[in-house]
């Protein structure tokens, strides 16, 4: 069974700083992609980062500049340094990942039961 675990998350102050992982545990052959998505109380959840297995990646508007996604493919994590926190920033962080389980299997999405940002005073 394939999961994904994120930890990381918290409380801290405007301007603050955080750092997220995400580790897909199980039988896995390949993932690709992994992102980042959040969930504000009343929104829709929508994309925060995403990175490829070669290294691209693509930010949300609201998060350029600020946030960096990076992977380590030997230990099959993402990361989300976020930086210069903002109140509008809190949310609730899923991870999510592509995965193929062995070479022949399809490629299923994953998420993570996501982890609580809270940027406040």
């Known amino acids: 069974q394939v999961q994904l675990v994120e930890s990381g998350g918290g409380l801290v102050q405007p301007g603050g700083s955080l750092r997220l992982s995400c580790a897909a545990s199980?039988?896995?052959?390949?993932?690709?992609?992994m992102a980042w998505y959040r969930q504000a109380p009343g929104k829709q959840r929508e994309l925060v980062a995403r990175?490829?297995?070669?290294?691209?990646?693509n930010y949300a508007d609201s998060v350029k500049g600020r946030f960096t996604i990076s992977r380590d493919n030997a230990k099959n994590t993402v990361y989300l340094q976020m930086n210069s926190l903002k109140p509008e920033d809190s949310a609730v962080y899923f991870c999510y990942a592509v995965i193929k389980r062995t070479v022949v299997s399809t490629r299923d999405e994953y998420w993570g039961r996501g982890t609580q940002v809270t940027v406040s005073s």
């Open positions: 990175i490829v297995s070669s290294g691209n990646t």
């Open positions: 199980g039988i896995i052959f390949s993932i690709d992609p």
